[in-house]
């Protein structure tokens, strides 16, 4: 399985499902469930201890925060306000009581700075040896469902949110803050500069712009995802489900332009608008062309370079 | 952690979380959150490799089945109808994609012989040492939720579904299908009766009654739930939850009432009725009365044995 990637195995299995009778299937951030009455955004993410957190740099906190945040990013990217979240965390038959409370505070703390009006409002302990969290996000639309296919030639490509920190903030705990043997050992704030405190934080407790996800619906955005494996990889993969070529800037990422085309887990929206400034929170990066022989254009010619980060091919979970 | 029962650390982490903004909240079996529109029934249970199942003992199809059924159950127990799964899949990297192929097809299978209409429409997958699958199952009402707190006394109590085969079942396996070193080995069906075989069937892929979940909101059933941990836990966990005794007959069981009493793992649905014949799908198992000073009495005494199944407490998932 190691050698298929995550949308090849995707596909092999959505062929054995029954089709979809959802508004919005597979394959989008969310899912659009129709229950009697209206429709429902609904998504699922999994946090690993291994290949997606460690012990040694994350608190119980952290974890409950991430897993929180990139769940509330994937429903804020379909336009949708999250109105619940629903927890199934599997942990060591040894773990403290005071861990999971920690877990508890950090899904609590991110629901309120992140999307007020959304709580647990369920869940499901069960005992594993890998410490394992997996959030179910469901959330409410006042405007149509927003997908990833909807980018026009001439609309304008927005991003929300920061773009390479998270990964900048993990080159710092692989680089500073693993033992010689390669094994995560616990952050050292004291010899860290604040920009690098930051990254970290970044990593460890990302702030996607939840509110800005319905904000933009209702602004008319044409296509909008969470950017979770790197703004080149999403973007390729709007441009592909929308038939476009997305033409991007350089000059609007910041000072490391490498590290916010290829870094994921900062959770920022990407989206496009039609033609004009796009909505507060969103800063212009590029426009949609018609398609050419590219999915993605960086100043006008291909990246010469990795793309993106997809956790099944990139990830040594023995490293570290 | 592990001296603590889940009740108990759910209650500690409950406490740290938001108040429930939520129709029904934490602590039934599952929980109904308004969306824009109306309410939706939301439930998460997971399988861990260790503790809940073998796959020396299921299979992948197994597997995707119990792993949908349990959560279909919880969905019926509050007299909702299942729409939706989102499944969360965490394996480790060397799994056949031929093994991932098979879970989908219980899922689907399984969807389609207990739940009509349901279908999987969202997931995840993601790497881990441990294999993980957790099942979010969305739900529509067409009645008001029937909560495990609504029992009243003069009501009938009824049970739909197996009560003790799977447990049955699960006895055989760690009996018969274990090296000496107690490590599980494959099911040999040449070595089993045909209702040992059924037995192990119940176990490994549950038919909960999920249309009767519904079926008993429409006929006015006062309380509602599954029972997943044995007959004797989950009708004090009602009994408890209504201010109530349950008092149970044998003789509706059974040749085997400690098993039908004490067995997890059936998802049978346990109701209570307004006076008189429960609907059809259900049989009369015994009547509610005044609490009394034990919340459940089989024969008019209180059962002389452990009252069911905590896999907290009880399961050593060393063992085999």
Request: proline share 8%; charged share 20%.
């Amino acid at each position: 399985m190691g050698r298929l990637s995550e949308g090849a195995i995707l596909r092999r299995i959505l062929d054995r499902l029954a089709p979809s009778r959802a508004e919005v299937g597979p394959g989008d951030d969310a899912a659009v469930i129709a229950v009697d009455g209206g429709p429902v955004v609904a998504t699922v993410d999994t946090l690993v201890h291994g290949p997606d957190f460690r012990l040694a740099w994350s608190s119980g906190y952290d974890l409950g925060w991430k897993a929180a945040a990139v769940n509330l990013a994937d429903v804020a990217a379909m336009g949708a306000r999250p109105v619940a979240l629903l927890v199934a965390l599997a942990m060591p038959d040894d773990t403290r009581v005071s861990f999971v409370e920690a877990v508890a505070d950090g899904l609590r703390a991110a629901c309120e700075a992140l999307a007020p009006g959304c709580a647990v409002e369920g869940g499901d302990l069960t005992v594993s040896d890998t410490l394992t969290i997996a959030v179910t996000a469901l959330g409410a639309l006042e405007t149509a469902p927003v997908r990833r296919s909807g980018a026009r030639p001439g609309d304008v490509v927005a991003l929300a949110g920061a773009a390479g920190e998270a990964a900048r903030g993990l080159g710092l705990l692989f680089a500073r803050f693993r033992d010689p043997e390669g094994t995560p050992v616990a952050v050292d704030d004291v010899l860290l500069s604040p920009s690098e405190r930051d990254a970290i934080a970044a990593q460890l407790r990302p702030h996607p712009p939840i509110a800005l996800g319905p904000a933009a619906a209702r602004a008319g955005v044409t296509a909008l995802m969470d950017v979770s494996d790197g703004l080149l990889l999403d973007a390729t993969r709007m441009a592909d489900a929308s038939g476009v070529t997305l033409a991007l800037e350089r000059a609007p990422l910041g000072p490391d332009v490498d590290t916010a085309l290829t870094g994921g887990e900062d959770h920022a929206l990407l989206a496009t608008f039609p033609p004009g400034t796009p909505p507060e929170g969103f800063r212009a990066i590029g426009v949609v062309r018609e398609r050419g022989n590219e999915a993605v254009l960086v100043d006008g010619v291909p990246y010469a370079g990795r793309t993106g980060w997809d956790p099944y091919r990139d990830w040594d979970s023995a490293r570290g």
